[in-house]
């Protein structure tokens, strides 16, 4: 498990979900990984959830980290590069940069037209992520760029295939999820004279934290939940994460620059697994069950 022995990553919203579950397989593989986010055991972020970056530094360093918590509010440029200047002042270089700057769930709002939708809402979620991955970026790329081999991971929901036909929840969502995927695009060509890779990554359906309270189940009853579609095809933020750590560990990773791709796609090339074992490819059971309005069966799919 220590394919990245002496790497330095950046997990870019490690409080909780993805981001978390991104830092921890980070951590299982060796790496040195600065968890960041606005929740910490000094407060509370708007989304006022429990989980902060200090508990996820302490489950890297559980894993062969060690992790590192950094308070940081990727809004604020002068909060981001103190950051790294910290990481270049500390490494001297980084060489995974993952963005999961998200911050958006309390101001989702499900199948409601632009004209209805509460528009400071809708801004704030598109600015959480068009703000905070541009900043991130700019500061961040600096250091990442001296040193070739570099990767970026942009987090969405959805890959670039899914998301081109599908409406994604509402035009602000639809929209904010749509900037990574055009990221990785970008980042990847600007990343190519000095030997970088970006690409675009989705989760399937998350186990979050606040997922699994919207169930009613916890990590160990998921699958005696009501919706048989999320019993059926939903994976651990671990799952994504060991999907980051099998890019980061490709010596050919630089053929995928640009691309998109899901944690269930990425498993049935590299053979990592959840923590059950299985490989849940939940983008194609979407496609092929869930929206096709087939009973859930996972049959095939996991």
Request: glycine share 12%; aromatic share 6%.
């Amino acid at each position: 498990m220590d394919e990245l022995r002496g790497k330095v990553a950046l997990v870019a919203g490690a409080t909780r979900g993805a981001g978390r579950g991104i830092a921890v397989a980070l951590g299982e593989a060796g790496a040195t990984v600065y968890c960041t986010g606005r929740s910490s055991a000094g407060g509370r972020s708007t989304g006022d959830r429990p989980e902060t970056i200090e508990e996820t530094a302490a489950l890297v360093t559980a894993a062969g980290g060690p992790g590192v918590a950094v308070r940081v509010d990727h809004g604020v440029p002068d909060e981001v590069a103190a950051l790294v200047d910290r990481i270049a002042a500390a490494h001297g270089r980084l060489d995974v940069l993952v963005n999961d700057l998200w911050g958006g769930e309390h101001l989702i709002e499900w199948d409601v037209p632009v004209w209805e939708h509460d528009l400071a809402g809708g801004l704030r979620m598109f600015d959480n992520v068009t703000r905070t991955h541009l900043i991130t970026n700019h500061f961040a790329l600096a250091l990442l760029s001296k040193t070739p081999g570099g990767l970026v991971v942009e987090m969405t929901d959805g890959t670039r295939q899914y998301n081109d036909a599908t409406y994604r929840v509402s035009t602000f969502y639809d929209l904010a999820k749509a900037v990574p995927l055009r990221l990785a695009f970008t980042l990847a060509r600007e990343l190519a004279p000095v030997g970088g890779t970006a690409v675009a990554l989705t989760p399937g359906w998350l186990r979050s934290e606040g997922m699994l309270e919207h169930m009613g189940v916890t990590e160990e009853t998921w699958q005696d939940a009501a919706d048989r579609h999320f019993a059926a095809i939903s994976e651990s933020p671990l799952f994504v994460g060991r999907a980051v750590v099998a890019l980061a560990a490709d010596p050919d990773v630089h053929r995928r620059t640009g691309g998109s791709f899901s944690s269930g796609g990425l498993a049935q090339e590299y053979g990592f697994t959840d923590v059950d074992g299985s490989r849940p490819d939940c983008w194609r059971y979407l496609v092929e069950v869930q929206d096709a309005g087939l009973p859930a069966d996972a049959a095939g799919y996991r």
